[in-house]
């Protein structure tokens, strides 16, 4: 933002911050003692929380019946393709550990690198560890110590700590907020010391200091980061040092974990660990950003419980330990001695109310960027700051239409009706404004204290995309009213409705495929192709699959992760009524803790829906040229149905003629091209059809000749006909009550089973 005010309206001097921020230096200023826990050390205080909880006698039966739940439906250790993707997801993607934390990597890299590197010795050998760990027990004149890793108590009790020490030169690098200080290897040694006269109390702890400039044999800032050659010395040097300094205490490594072994592994911490944690921290984040304390949110979540007529196993129980874990949260992060940012954007709007703010952090001029985004808490703070000064000015920038982080907080009905929500136009104790301006301020004279001004002009997208997406956003009741235009042309949006199996692998699959032959058929180099998930770690085997066979420079990213990009070409797969847009099953585990905005509640609107229609939209407008879509005939989703055909090539593998016979006949006949995947059964085949994927293949009416020639053609990949093949609807097996509808093939004696080499034997 200062860079666009430099750089094009040549405005210096404005201060810009993130809400976040601005909260903190506010929260700060009021209590200088106040200690920041956030990022990984505070994932590390929920981890320690839930590990007390889960280990408390108290809570062993809810957890043990939780831990089986949460097992049978989020862990398949068997699925090789999705253990080995979460590994590579994990090893080949920089500032992530194979543990699944997120280190910070600098303009120079050495102290990520090296947490890496120390994550992983810690997990080859098996080792428990906490990240970013927080120091009850010592202080600094700063504040806390937060210390790298802490490990689990050795035999004796002990506890280690490893600390990585960035060279001189990195420190130097720091911006001005580290405390640079506070690294040093003297500096985190002394902690570990004995001193009547320091605030701390060693006792049964050893700190293991790696000294990154001992590590280094050359100044950090003339080593070649970016060479991963480079990269992978300095890890290998940094887990040779910390190997020599943790077989020095009497800490007892186990054996190293190598290949599958320790694949198996991180899949293990990542599913039963890391991701049960990041479910709890959300919930707690569900009731903070509500303003629910601990007893209210358990009042929520037993009405929800109670008025469900089913819930799936092991919810209650998660619930009843998530808000047990909440309690003890709201100690820890008591918004006076310790908070986050959340906790420090409700100190500051309660400061703002009361006064008790100093006139450095009140501004006569506020302007806010992606407005849509905030949540009624950070709407407060806003609201407070604008109650502050006479004649306040806030302007803000949104679009409503893009608002996709509700499962944040985000409040699109905030934003839509902003002026009412900030009090515009209410002017108690004060002149009414329009009094104020004379002729001679003509512009003014028709103030109200609220103006909304539409900015309707895309410059990404052709018009085509533009006009297909608008058409779609409207079926929204909760928006504004506009009507964004596009640049000038554009080519038809093209839909591929696959005339595949809606069975998850089989979709998954012909989904793949499709995808693949898109992006050789491109007119654009792989580097300028998208690919739009509707979920990553929900859908394990289709992302880990789709990353093995496309070209690594493909941009593969969920709707989410897109906003503020684009791409020449873009493919958005799975718009089907299956495991695609919109995603409509709620997360069990957390829908409990979860309330729709009231409008939504009080109008009867579907707010799931509304928001997976604006996730959508975002998908459609990140392409600047070309964009396909991709469904399941018989299976389209909602959306498909509301691009206007007018805008769109549909490619479906059944004409329109045809699909009116089988609505009438039940049945169409035509000649089937592909080859015969697999034969599951003496009755059911698949067949990998040339228009469309993988589609089932009824043989229940087969006859014998023609079930021995499907023995025979099965996956020898032979390019076999099926002449007259019988094309039906079916209601998708084991799924009562689904509102689509499964293509399947049938096989009977009126087919012919034709191939290059020879008809199928009479």
């Known amino acids: 933002m200062e860079t666009e005010l430099r750089e094009t309206f040549d405005i210096t001097g404005v201060e810009a911050s993130t809400i976040n921020s601005y909260s903190k230096s506010v929260a700060e200023d009021q209590y200088p003692d106040l200690e920041f826990i956030v990022g990984e050390a505070k994932t590390t205080e929920i981890a320690a929380i839930w590990r007390a909880i889960k280990n408390d006698e108290e809570y062993r039966e809810p957890f043990e019946s939780f831990i089986k739940a949460w097992k049978d439906s989020q862990y398949d250790p068997n699925d090789y393709d999705v253990v080995k993707g979460v590994y590579e997801g994990f ?39 906490d990240y970013q760990v927080h120091l009850e027990w010592a202080h600094s004149a700063s504040g806390g110590y937060v210390l790298d890793f802490r490990l689990a108590d050795s035999a004796d009790g002990e506890t280690i700590y490893i600390e990585y020490c960035t060279s001189d030169t990195t420190r130097q690098e720091r911006p001005p907020y580290r405390n640079t200080n506070s690294e040093r290897p003297e500096t985190v ?36 980061w970016n060479d991963p050659a480079t990269r992978e010395r300095f890890k290998s040097a940094v887990t040779e040092t910390l190997r020599k300094e943790v077989v020095a205490t009497s800490f007892d ?54 008025a469900s007529d089913e819930i799936d196993d092991g919810v209650e129980e998660f619930c009843e330990l998530c808000l047990a874990a909440y309690t003890e949260f709201t100690g820890v992060f008591d918004n006076r001695t310790k908070t986050d940012f959340h906790g420090s954007i409700v100190l500051t709007r309660d400061l703002l109310q009361a006064g008790k ?3 450095q ?15 009624q808490v950070q709407f407060g703070v806003v609201k407070a700051l604008a109650e502050q000064l006479n ?22 009905d905030l934003f839509i009706n902003y002026g009412q929500v900030l009090g ?33 002009d895309n410059f990404r997208c052709p018009d085509t995309v533009v006009a297909a997406s608008n058409a779609v956003i409207r079926n929204n009741e909760i928006r504004t009213d506009k009507n964004p235009t596009g640049l000038a042309g554009g080519d038809p949006i093209n839909v591929h409705h696959l005339g595949c199996d809606t069975n998850e692998y089989r979709r998954n699959i012909s989904m793949k495929s499709k995808i693949e032959e898109l992006i050789h058929a491109s007119t654009y180099p792989p580097e300028d192709i998208q690919i739009l998930l509707r979920q990553q770690d929900g859908d394990p085997e289709f992302y880990y699959g789709l990353k093995k066979e496309v070209p690594d420079t493909v941009d593969i990213r969920t709707a989410h992760d897109s906003k503020g990009s684009e791409a020449e070409h873009v493919i958005i797969p799975k718009v089907s009524k299956v495991g695609g847009y919109p995603s409509m099953k709620p997360d069990p585990w957390l829908e409990p803790i979860k309330r729709p905005p009231e409008v939504y509640q009080e109008k009867n609107i579907p707010y799931q829906l509304e928001e997976e229609r604006r996730l959508f939209y975002v998908a459609l407008t990140r392409a600047e040229s070309r964009l396909d879509v991709l469904t399941v005939q018989g299976a389209e989703s909602v959306f498909v149905e509301e691009l206007p055909d007018r805008l769109c090539d549909h490619l479906q593998p059944l004409t329109e003629d045809e699909l009116a016979e089988i609505d009438t006949e039940k049945e169409c006949r035509k000649d089937i091209s592909g080859s015969i995947d697999a034969k599951f059964t003496d009755n059911f085949a698949v067949v990998n059809w040339d228009d469309g994927g993988l589609v089932g293949l009824n043989m229940y009416d087969a006859s014998e000749d023609q079930s021995k020639y499907i023995d025979e053609l099965e996956g020898n990949g032979t390019v076999v006909t099926l002449q007259n093949c019988g094309i039906e609807f079916r209601d998708p097996l084991n799924e ?19 191939t290059q080499s020879r008809p199928q034997e009479s």
């Open 91 to 129: 090893t080949e993607k920089s500032g992530v550990t194979v543990g699944g934390e997120e280190v910070q990597m600098d303009g120079i890299p050495e102290e990520g690198l090296a947490h890496e590197a120390i994550a992983r010795f810690l997990m080859e050998h098996q080792v428990e560890y």
């Open 189 to 224: 040694r002394r902690i570990f010391e004995s001193n009547e006269n320091l605030d701390t109390d060693p006792g049964d702890k050893t700190g293991v200091v790696i000294d990154g400039e001992e590590v280094l044999d050359e100044p950090s800032d003339t080593i070649e």
């Open 253 to 306: 490594l186990g054996a190293q974990l190598t290949g599958e072994e320790f694949m198996d592994y991180v899949y293990d911490h990542k599913v039963l660990a890391r991701d049960i944690v990041d479910n709890l921290a959300e919930f707690i984040s569900q009731a903070r950003v509500r303003e629910w304390d601990p007893e209210q949110a358990s009042t929520e979540v037993r009405k929800y419980i109670q």
């Open 357 to 359: 703010v100093d006139d």
């Open 361 to 375: 952090f009140l501004y006569q001029y506020i302007f806010i960027d992606e407005m849509q985004d905030l949540n």
């Open 391 to 412: 004649d306040m000015r806030i302007f803000g920038v949104g679009d409503d239409w893009q608002s996709i982080f509700g499962f944040q907080g985000a409040r699109p």
């Open 424 to 456: 515009a136009g209410s002017y108690e104790g004060l002149p009414d404004p329009v009094s104020i301006f004379t002729d001679d301020n003509p512009m003014l004279a028709d103030y109200e204290g609220f103006v909304d001004t539409r900015l309707e």
């Open 736 to 754: 009562e009550g689904a509102d689509y509808e499964q293509l399947q093939l049938q096989l009977d004696p009126d087919v012919t089973i034709q």
